[in-house]
């Protein structure tokens, strides 16, 4: 590492519990308003509860892990620096990569539902130039600050989330009428293998929760921060799903998987439109546009810090690595996901986009337990220096968080091969080139230097 950035000031501690709840559930809530009804034009109904059910339970575990891992490490790659201490380089920075492009690609994802939101209400406006307006605008927020950024998550996240709640209890409560006969009329309508198929969108739910544990560095207290903020906000997104899918599907008509919730954009926008309340169809379409924004916003904070780490360690220019002198952020790698939103939004291809982010995350949520077990065999659970939190149910639930990740990777063969295959093979690529390149930049790690930990009590070889 250069005297330059090893001069470089470090990332400053301001952040609170409430701070990794807005960025968790600020980057994932707006999978609760559009995206995961696509679930439901593959398998009904069912296929939508179990999709949220089965993605949901992984999540959970995922959650856990990186509340472990995160409060453990307090280092600002999350994923990528728990793959690269307790599995290996190519394990390190293909995570660091897929953190980075799940990251990116959802923000583009999320600027262009933003733009097309703003052209339905000004239809003067053209899509991309809002697109390059939102991602330049919110690359220069996270510029200036962390705190900045996600103060204005916590309560862009907390309206949206608000709206939610309005929307489900106006429902239950007489406000306007429900539908209950919608969720046996489109319970099942393309059999099994469509309950099976619908899993490939069930993270869309939860997609980027892990992503919380990534601001540990930047944590006043992570130990108690990270845990905290990561499990508040698994449970609000859990409740947020259930809310969801039941008002919608009472709401919005699903027997013909072509028509009605299974392809609508905004399902929970169109679901209050059907109501005929103009105060509810005013809330929830602001909750739409708050949300989109705070995905896109935490986005830029994850994916940066993603390459900030990699940068750190050489797999990635170190020019990227400088912390601003006033500003206390990883500004030069804030600055280069701009580039490479606005090329993802540039290929105008929503569902390609959100294809690539889901199948990045998954090797994330394969290699995340995995790093998980590599580091309770290495630091067992009596070195409560090196652990301050401690997730049940272990090895077991890690195990089967793998096992479920592989499971829903599995189901992109149905419409989406070419882009899992693509991204696979690009991965595997990234493994082996890194692990070879970048073996003589990653010296023996020093425990004590490093982390400030003992020793490992029993060895375990890395790749």
């Given at each position: 590492?250069?005297?330059?950035?090893?001069?470089?000031?470090?990332?400053?501690?301001?952040?609170?519990?409430?701070?990794?709840?807005?960025?968790?559930?600020?980057?994932?809530?707006?999978?609760?308003?559009?995206?995961?009804?696509?679930?439901?034009?593959?398998?009904?109904?069912?296929?939508?509860?179990?999709?949220?059910?089965?993605?949901?339970?992984?999540?959970?575990?995922?959650?856990?892990?990186?509340?472990?891992?995160?409060?453990?490490?307090?280092?600002?790659?999350?994923?990528?620096?728990?793959?690269?201490?307790?599995?290996?380089?190519?394990?390190?920075?293909?995570?660091?990569?897929?953190?980075?492009?799940?990251?990116?690609?959802?923000?583009?994802?999320?600027?262009?539902?933003?733009?097309?939101?703003?052209?339905?209400?000004?239809?003067?406006?053209?899509?991309?130039?809002?697109?390059?307006?939102?991602?330049?605008?919110?690359?220069?927020?996270?510029?200036?600050?962390?705190?900045?950024?996600?103060?204005?998550?916590?309560?862009?996240?907390?309206?949206?989330?608000?709206?939610?709640?309005?929307?489900?209890?106006?429902?239950?409560?007489?406000?306007?009428?429900?539908?209950?006969?919608?969720?046996?009329?489109?319970?099942?309508?393309?059999?099994?293998?469509?309950?099976?198929?619908?899993?490939?969108?069930?993270?869309?739910?939860?997609?980027?929760?892990?992503?919380?544990?990534?601001?540990?560095?930047?944590?006043?207290?992570?130990?108690?921060?990270?845990?905290?903020?990561?499990?508040?906000?698994?449970?609000?997104?859990?409740?947020?799903?259930?809310?969801?899918?039941?008002?919608?599907?009472?709401?919005?008509?699903?027997?013909?998987?072509?028509?009605?919730?299974?392809?609508?954009?905004?399902?929970?926008?169109?679901?209050?439109?059907?109501?005929?309340?103009?105060?509810?169809?005013?809330?929830?379409?602001?909750g739409t546009l708050l949300t989109c924004v705070s995905s896109a916003n935490g986005c830029v904070c994850d994916s940066?810090?993603?390459?900030?780490?990699?940068?750190?360690?050489?797999?990635?220019?170190?020019?990227?690595?400088?912390?601003?002198?006033?500003?206390?952020?990883?500004?030069?790698?804030?600055?280069?996901?701009?580039?490479?939103?606005?090329?993802?939004?540039?290929?105008?291809?929503?569902?390609?986009?959100?294809?690539?982010?889901?199948?990045?995350?998954?090797?994330?949520?394969?290699?995340?337990?995995?790093?998980?077990?590599?580091?309770?065999?290495?630091?067992?659970?009596?070195?409560?220096?090196?652990?301050?939190?401690?997730?049940?149910?272990?090895?077991?639930?890690?195990?089967?968080a793998m096992a479920i990740a592989i499971v829903i990777m599995s189901t992109l063969f149905w419409g989406y091969r070419?882009?899992?295959?693509?991204?696979?093979?690009?991965?595997?690529?990234?493994?082996?080139?890194?692990?070879?390149?970048?073996?003589?930049?990653?010296?023996?790690?020093?425990?004590?230097?490093?982390?400030?930990?003992?020793?490992?009590?029993?060895?375990?070889?890395?790749e």
């Open positions: 590492m250069t005297d330059e950035v090893a001069e470089s000031p470090g990332l400053v501690k301001t952040l609170k519990p409430y701070h990794v709840w807005a960025l968790g559930v600020g980057i994932v809530l707006v999978g609760e308003f559009m995206g995961w009804n696509f679930t439901v034009a593959k398998g009904g109904i069912l296929g939508s509860l179990l999709a949220m059910l089965v993605a949901g339970t992984m999540y959970v575990i995922i959650a856990l892990c990186a509340s472990e891992l995160g409060s453990a490490t307090k280092l600002a790659g999350g994923p990528y620096d728990w793959a690269r201490l307790f599995i290996g380089p190519g394990a390190a920075a293909s995570v660091g990569l897929a953190v980075y492009m799940e990251y990116i690609a959802l923000e583009a994802a999320d600027a262009i539902v933003v733009a097309f939101i703003a052209q339905e209400v000004f239809p003067e406006l053209q899509v991309f130039p809002v697109t390059l307006l939102v991602i330049a605008t919110l690359t220069f927020i996270n510029y200036r600050g962390v705190v900045a950024a996600l103060t204005l998550n916590f309560f862009m996240t907390a309206i949206a989330f608000f709206a939610i709640i309005v929307f489900f209890f106006s429902g239950t409560f007489g406000v306007f009428e429900l539908h209950p006969e919608y969720l046996f009329q489109g319970a099942m309508p393309n059999g099994l293998i469509g309950l099976f198929a619908a899993l490939q969108f069930g993270p869309w739910f939860f997609l980027g929760i892990e992503g919380a544990a990534m601001c540990a560095e930047e944590c006043k207290h992570p130990s108690r921060a990270v845990p905290l903020g990561q499990q508040a906000g698994m449970i609000t997104l859990l409740v947020g799903a259930a809310m969801t899918l039941f008002i919608c599907a009472s709401l919005l008509p699903s027997g013909i998987p072509a028509e009605g919730l299974g392809v609508s954009v905004y399902p929970l926008f169109e679901a209050a439109q059907s109501t005929g309340v103009y105060a509810l169809i005013a809330l929830l379409a602001l940066s810090r993603s390459w900030f780490a990699l940068s750190r360690d050489h797999f990635v220019s170190n020019w990227f690595s400088s912390v601003h002198p006033k500003y206390q952020t990883p500004y030069k790698a804030v600055i280069f996901t701009m580039p490479i939103a606005i090329a993802f939004a540039f290929s105008g291809y929503l569902d390609q986009v959100i294809t690539f982010s889901i199948v990045s995350g998954l090797l994330c949520y394969v290699l995340i337990p995995f790093a998980l077990l590599r580091f309770r065999k290495m630091f067992p659970t009596h070195i409560n220096k090196v652990r301050p939190f401690v997730s049940p149910l272990q090895p077991w639930i890690s195990y089967f070419y882009n899992l295959i693509f991204a696979l093979a690009f991965y595997l690529i990234a493994y082996f080139y890194f692990h070879n390149r970048n073996k003589k930049f990653l010296k023996p790690l020093d425990w004590g230097e490093e982390m400030g930990w003992p020793n490992p009590s029993h060895h375990v070889e890395k």
